[in-house]
């Protein structure tokens, strides 16, 4: 999993003309569920369509080749949406090109520094909570051209597009809002009729077949854009300062977590489905070559495509060839029939990301975890959730993680705890499958038992001021068999309990403390500090240890 090798130079050695021939074939499919997609998603960003066919044609075709999963298929993806319409709209395409060339970078850094198994360290509850809130996004998003308003620019922010809707209602389409609802009736119906023939396709081409030799009238994307470029792009760089990198950094950060965690998460799926293993830090680098070649080449963002993914698998796709073949496909359909392109209703496409909008919110989870999670987490889901929809993306998971990692250190400190015996303690229930408890020891005249139990670190710190030394202890014993790690915060307080040890003629000893914990110690030149006599082995030893001060 760790190997930093594509997985194509890995699945070549024992290919065949018969599985060339089967990587064919589901590339071609997955290239044609691919284009109505790429077009929506595009435009639902703030660009042009074209760029969402550059995206799949070039990030789906190096993310294939240097990836490091068997049947990775990339290209745009829903979850970019929210975070490509702010960037465009607040830096523009030039904007956006840097953002997607630093996010490129970050994630080959990210591989190389074997980060791969770390994306999976983000919490369920947040990913949960922004997909839901890009999902919200995203249909709010295509209101506009789904009834067919007449509102010149759509401003960028949630709250504003609502209100921006509320004074426009009234200037609804009604041809447009036929074709839209037959789009969405097509999309429903269709995976029930067919699970080969996209319904995406399908319904791309009886509305455009409407909207050309019926009396109905809509926009399309030729009205609106104008006519489409079957052009292939050159490579270009875009004039770049220290103010840009600086403004765009954060939201390049977010892309490059966002690309991580659905790419693999892609991965993780594709793999149960064929029963094969990624190499996670090797996909990591290939995202992020993807995503230099799709910056370069006039693309967005680009991450693997669990749908597009899992389509590949069911039809015969088994090695990056198939990748590698969908990127091409759409490229001849580039070069081919990009200019009929413009006969499709937007509001198909609108429907088409609806579609989208509501399968990539699994809203039956969202309100499963309301009600069953613990409220903490709830409250972290949610927080992400609404700052996705009222803000943006990129403070969402800021919050969310920051929020997280505070209730996870709340939830150590509670757990982790300081218990205190002094002479012969009684016996208690707890002790039966313990033997080595301290309550079936006798504990000498004089000395004062403490056990932590739980990692020492920050959040429990304070309480080691617990830790009182009566009149008449001459020996303080700490039992830290139950310690795995300690970081320097808990050492510092340590450190403060032995000074107020020596003030008070008390002598400090430590019981079986482990590994982590005794190599820091050492480190910091404690265990010279206190003796190393007064480091035991175990309870029994730190007791007899005891009587002998005594």
Request: with cysteine; proline share 4%.
């Amino acid at each position: 999993m760790n190997k930093l090798k594509p997985k194509l130079f890995s699945v070549l050695k024992n290919y065949n003309k018969k599985q060339f021939f089967k990587d064919v074939v589901a590339g071609i499919i997955v290239s044609i569920i691919a284009l109505p997609l790429s077009i929506a998603l595009a435009i639902a960003s703030g660009v042009g369509p074209e760029q969402g066919l550059y995206t799949a044609i070039f990030a789906g075709f190096f993310i294939a080749l240097f990836g490091g999963s068997r049947v990775q298929i990339g290209g745009p993806t829903a979850a970019f949406v929210v975070i490509i319409y702010g960037i465009v709209s607040e830096h523009g395409m030039e904007g956006l090109t840097v953002a997607t060339i630093m996010a490129g970078i970050i994630l080959v850094i990210m591989g190389l520094c074997r980060c791969g198994s770390l994306i999976k360290y983000i919490p369920y509850t947040i990913t949960t909570g922004f997909t839901a809130g890009v999902a919200i996004g995203i249909f709010a998003g295509q209101i506009k051209d789904f009834l067919g308003l007449d509102i010149e620019s759509l401003p960028s922010e949630f709250i504003d597009k609502i209100i921006c809707y509320g004074k426009n209602i009234t200037t609804a389409d009604v041809d447009t809002v036929i074709v839209g609802v037959i789009s969405l009736a097509i999309l429903i119906v269709m995976p029930k009729i067919s699970k080969v023939v996209p319904g995406s396709l399908v319904a791309i081409i009886i509305t455009t077949l409407l909207v050309k030799f019926t009396p109905l009238e809509t926009a399309t994307i030729g009205s609106v854009y104008g006519e489409l470029s079957s052009s292939i792009p050159m490579p270009h760089i875009p004039g770049v300062s220290f103010q840009m990198i600086k403004d765009l950094l954060p939201s390049a950060f977010t892309i490059a977590v966002l690309a991580g965690i659905e790419s693999l998460l892609s991965c993780v799926v594709s793999d149960g489905m064929i029963n094969s293993r990624h190499r996670s830090n090797m996909e990591l680098i290939g995202q992020g070559i993807g995503n230099l070649a799709s910056g370069l080449f006039g693309g967005i963002p680009a991450t693997g495509a669990i749908a597009r993914t899992a389509a590949n698998v069911k039809n015969g796709g088994r090695t990056p060839v198939a990748g590698m073949v969908h990127s091409l496909a759409l490229l001849l359909i580039l070069k081919l029939f990009m200019p009929y392109a413009a006969l499709i209703p937007m509001t198909t496409l609108a429907a088409i990301l609806i579609v989208v909008a509501y399968n990539m919110a699994d809203w039956k989870e969202f309100f499963g975890l309301c009600k069953h999670a613990p409220k903490s987490d709830v409250l972290v889901m949610i927080v992400t959730f609404l700052l996705t929809v009222i803000f943006d993306l990129v403070v969402a998971i800021e919050v969310g993680i920051v929020m997280a990692a505070l209730l996870f250190i709340k939830r150590m400190s509670d757990v982790s705890s300081l218990r205190s015996w002094t002479y012969i303690n009684g016996y208690d229930d707890s002790t039966e499958n313990d033997p080595m408890h301290i309550c079936l020891k006798v504990v000498p005249e004089h000395t004062l038992v403490y056990e932590v139990d739980g990692p020492m670190f920050f959040g429990m710190a304070e309480k080691f001021l617990d830790i009182s030394l009566d009149e008449g202890v001459r020996v303080l014993i700490l039992r830290m068999r139950s310690v795995p790690a300690m970081d320097i915060t808990a050492l510092h307080s340590l450190e403060k309990v032995y000074d107020s040890c020596q003030e008070n003629g008390i002598t400090l000893v430590l019981s079986h403390v482990n590994e982590q914990p005794k190599h820091m110690m050492e480190k910091a030149g404690f265990v010279d500090k206190i003796g190393r006599q007064n480091f035991r082995d175990n309870i029994d030893d730190a007791l007899e240890w005891a009587s002998e001060l005594v």
